[in-house]
């Protein structure tokens, strides 16, 4: 199977790329098997952070170029560009928060998911492009995900010249949280994850989708939409145990509503 699931405890799971012959292409066979795994998960109570990733070299070259070649016809082409925002959409809009952990190369498209995921951590030698004007295509599509994650100048720079950054610069213009040795990746990844884990999934569900939308609203709707967000959010279960726990010095316990 070319994407795999490890169920790295019963609320986290990894959803590993699994085509290294590809360098973890996102091929039509991979987006669709991708979209249905994140489907399911989304719906999985106790699911409560996705961890994604590459097997072999690096996490994800991008479309596979031979089946690019192969499609020939424009109808073939928008239903794959389709597909592929479709995934992406799913990431951002979903229940779960998505972690890329990624090594190896980023590339176009696998550029594109890493900036779809609500973090982002790499190892010290990773490498993101959006390489397209290299071969007379510009990475038109993965310039929508990655544009919402880092400044334009930096965006145009990479679109312009097809040059890839390193984890360094990746994390000081905010396409990662962090980079760190490949020996530590595994360690610090598992790390944020298992403390996202420990929160209400309601909470994390509500602030995730409200962070989303409210950016793409003027300033007075946004904070009138986040108010009402609050609002609904105070009224769950899991807020009121959450602020009695906190004044009684204690650990809160979720009932996740």
Known sequence: ?????????????????????????LSFKNLNDLI????????????????????????????????????????????LFNLCSKLMIQIVEGKKPVIA???????????QLVASCDLAFSSKDALFATPGVNIGLFCSTPMVAVSRKINRKS???MLLTGEPI?????????????YYSKS???TEVFKVAKKIASKSNLTIKIGKQTFYKQLEMPLKKAYAYTSKMMTINMMAM?????????LEKRKPQWKHK
């Open 101 to 111: 952990k990624v090594h190896g190369a980023a590339f176009a498209a696998g550029c």
């Open 238 to 246: 899991d807020a009121k145990e959450g602020i009695s726990a906190f």
């Open 1 to 25: 199977m070319n994407v795999k699931l490890i169920n790295q405890t019963k609320n986290i799971v990894r959803v590993i790329l699994n085509e290294p012959q590809t360098y973890n292409s």
């Open 166 to 178: 390193n984890a360094k610069y990746a994390k000081e213009i905010g396409l990662i949280n962090d």
């Open 155 to 157: 965006m145009m720079k």
């Open 184 to 186: 530590k990746l595994d």
């Open 36 to 79: 249905r795994i994140f489907n399911k998960l989304d719906n999985d109570k106790n699911v409560k952070v996705i961890i994604i990733e590459g097997a072999g070299k690096g996490f994800s070259a991008g479309h596979n170029l031979k089946e690019v070649k192969s499609l020939k016809k424009k109808v073939k082409y928008q239903k």
